[in-house]
């Protein structure tokens, strides 16, 4: 353990306080939140300096970090999409930092697109993909340095030459592709010029027709709307859907067009469903649409909607226990009747039923490995034209759990049979054991979680590590730990928690934790740790939280200081008096609330983390983690947090340090820079909990 005292780089230090609806508000370092500054680069090197020294002396980074790139070298292969005799998919050797774009057809496998190819420097990612109805064209989005800003072009399959592109201003944008395969409606923001300040926002959705120039698109949606609302599109070669969301708030609005009763770039878009409150995926099948709505249903249920009159049944009531998660039909000639196959979480495990597609009739269940998380389902895919749908028997889909890498799996409707298709090159072994469990909240509310230990039970009490997100309604659902693996196999306790806030057991789980209910995330995490301490399973605690994972464990470590010895802050949002001038914050005022609202900046200052720090406090050990390319998240809020602890800290306070990456974001990144800091996070935290 790091036992010298260190000796922290001035901050560029003001009495900043501001008057904001009556409360004093004091922003001591907001200096810092000018990344570009003379001043702001030298604290930042300086920060450098002491992080590099720190690291020097943590006894278990080379074995963590061995172990970590050892479990991670697994290569991958993801579930395909089936047009007609191409599959494509993504696969990744063990050896490849980043998986490639491939594409099979009459028995042979070959490289479709390879970002490594694209840009050999290694700064670029393939963020998304979408084929085209006949499996001919596939179109490719590309970021570089993590910004997540992407580029699309669209490829050729037979060939791999670029048909069109690059088109900028896209961002993981859904496409719509047009029957005969000529265009697609897609999601692209407008010239940054029109909008100074605003550049990640003012979204449209566009008709762009292959091998033209972008800048003739047509505007088809999205002219008039709020700024800050993301779009998503979709069609079956008959209906086009469109659906609005302002931000990350659980509201969809719902519009479909007739393809077939106007021209293609002025199509008839009706409303189907505006200015209700619940979240709602829309996604047209052979003339009809299929609503996944949490509307009138916490869990979700499955609605069949007329896209003309709006007319709307229930084909999948809500579950009383399980969270509908995705669905998928399968209408092949082979089978007695089409069969519509469901996807749930059951407190955070995946399962998939099968039903009657027409009556929602319950006719079964796939079998699944174990007990883990379904990835999206894939049936078998066929021209536009097909009668009713793509004719499928078949369809594909990922599995994984802690242990377990993701693997394909292929199920068959006539056969009821789930068989594997392709499994990771490596799977590293290991006896590390997984076991979900109960406790109270703080307010008796039973909350679940996952606990990852060297034998499956509280045998002794073991430096244990928490981590938990609690936000936007996502789930903290079974996936590939390595982190945790390699820590419990060192004889640790790695614990996934599903705090209020998240989605895992539905809306009504996120609603309980949003807004001015977002104590009951930080409650939440609290009881865990107490809860673990009492059962035996816990020495001493550390935690762990990214983005919103991080504001979660910052306003623990600020609430609760004495009960921590260790915690993990990487991209998190911790100035809530002023998340919402950077990155993508004006998107998420509905899940926090806007300061620019009286009552609401009295939720804020409440938890807010930064502004919860008090000088003469015994804090935790902290190590905040950054990447100057993340486009949601902006590093300022580490930076302000970072020195206003190192400022603030009691003699007994563990280190405070800042580690700071380049050419990587928020999202997407290669194994090499993901094993570097997961092995930096394990090494710290056993540096401070005597691992």
Request: aromatic letters at 8%; glycine letters at 12%.
């Amino acid at each position: 353990m790091l036992t010298y005292e260190l000796s922290y780089p001035p901050a560029p230090r003001a009495e900043l306080t501001e008057e904001l609806h009556g409360h004093l508000v004091a922003d001591p370092y907001r200096a810092l939140e000018e990344a570009g500054s003379p001043t702001t680069k030298a604290w930042s090197a300086a920060q450098d300096e002491l992080f590099r020294a720190a690291r020097a002396g943590w006894a278990g980074l080379g074995a963590f970090d061995a172990r970590v790139r050892q479990l991670l070298a697994t290569g991958m292969s993801t579930a395909p999409l089936v047009h007609g005799d191409r599959a494509f998919n993504l696969r990744q050797r063990p050896d490849q930092d980043q998986p490639a774009l491939y594409v099979a057809e009459g028995g042979r496998d070959r490289v479709l697109f390879d970002p490594a190819v694209f840009d050999p420097s290694g700064a670029s990612l393939l963020e998304e993909w979408s084929v085209a109805p006949a499996g001919d064209r596939v179109a490719v989005q590309t970021s570089s340095g993590g910004t997540e800003d992407s580029e699309l072009r669209v490829l050729c399959v037979a060939t791999g030459a670029v048909l069109d592109g690059p088109i900028d201003r896209v961002r993981r944008s859904t496409l719509a592709w047009l029957p005969d395969g000529s265009g697609f409606y897609y999601v692209r923001r407008l010239p940054p010029e029109l909008h100074p300040g605003e550049e990640r926002y003012h979204r449209r959705v566009w008709l762009h027709l292959v091998d033209t120039d972008p800048a003739e698109d047509t505007l088809v949606f999205g002219e008039g709307r709020p700024a800050e609302q993301h779009y998503a599109v979709a069609t079956d070669g008959r209906l086009l859907t469109v659906t609005a969301t302002a931000g990350a708030s659980p509201r969809t609005d719902v519009y479909a067009a007739v393809l077939a009763e106007g021209p293609l770039d002025r199509p008839a878009l009706r409303p189907v469903q505006e200015g209700v409150d619940a979240a709602t995926t829309a996604r047209p099948y052979g003339g009809v649409l299929h609503l996944a709505t949490c509307r009138d249903a916490p869990r979700g249920r499955l609605e069949l909607a007329d896209p003309v009159t709006g007319e709307r049944r229930v084909l999948l009531p809500e579950h009383p226990e399980a969270v509908l998660e995705d669905f998928a039909v399968l209408d092949g000639p082979e089978l007695p009747r089409p069969l519509l196959l469901a996807t749930y979480t059951r407190h955070a495990i995946s399962e998939i039923t099968v039903h009657c597609a027409r009556t929602g009739e319950p006719l079964g269940e796939v079998e699944l490995p174990g007990a883990g998380t379904v990835g999206p389902l894939r049936p078998r895919r066929g021209p536009f034209e097909a009668a009713g749908g793509s004719g499928a028997h078949e369809l594909w889909f990922a599995y994984a759990d802690h242990v377990t890498p993701s693997r394909a799996l292929h199920y068959d409707a006539r056969t009821g049979r789930t068989t594997p298709w392709a499994a990771p090159a490596g799977s590293p072994r290991t006896t590390v054991r997984v076991r979900q469990v109960v406790y109270p909240g703080l307010d008796g509310t039973p909350v679940r979680m996952f606990v990852i230990s060297p034998t499956g039970t509280p045998d002794r009490p073991r430096p244990t590590v928490i981590t938990g997100y609690g936000g936007f309604g996502a789930r903290m659902v079974p996936g590939y730990a390595a982190q945790a693996v390699a820590w419990a196999e060192a004889g640790g306790v790695y614990v996934f928690a599903c705090l209020r806030g998240g989605g895992e057991e539905g809306e009504g789980w996120h609603r309980a934790g949003r807004r001015e209910h977002k104590q009951r995330t930080f409650d939440d995490l609290h009881a865990a740790a107490d809860w673990l301490t009492a059962e035996g399973w816990a020495s001493g605690i550390g935690l762990v939280g990214s983005s919103n994972g991080g504001l979660t464990v910052g306003a623990a470590l600020t609430q609760r200081p004495e009960r921590y010895a260790a915690v993990v802050c990487v991209a998190p949002l911790l100035d809530m008096v002023r998340y919402e001038h950077s990155g993508l914050g004006p998107s998420w005022r509905d899940e926090y609330g806007s300061a620019a609202e009286p009552a609401e900046l009295a939720w804020l200052l409440a938890y807010s983390p930064y502004h919860a720090v008090r000088p003469g406090t015994v804090y935790p050990a902290v190590l905040f983690g950054v990447a100057d390319g993340d486009t949601r998240v902006d590093p300022l809020h580490a930076r302000k947090m970072c020195a206003a602890l190192q400022h603030a800290g009691a003699p007994g306070s563990g280190p405070v340090l800042l580690r700071q990456e380049t050419g990587v974001g928020h999202g997407l990144r290669g194994v090499d820079a993901t094993a570097a800091l997961l092995a930096d996070q394990l090494a710290f935290l056993a540096d401070r909990l005597g691992i």
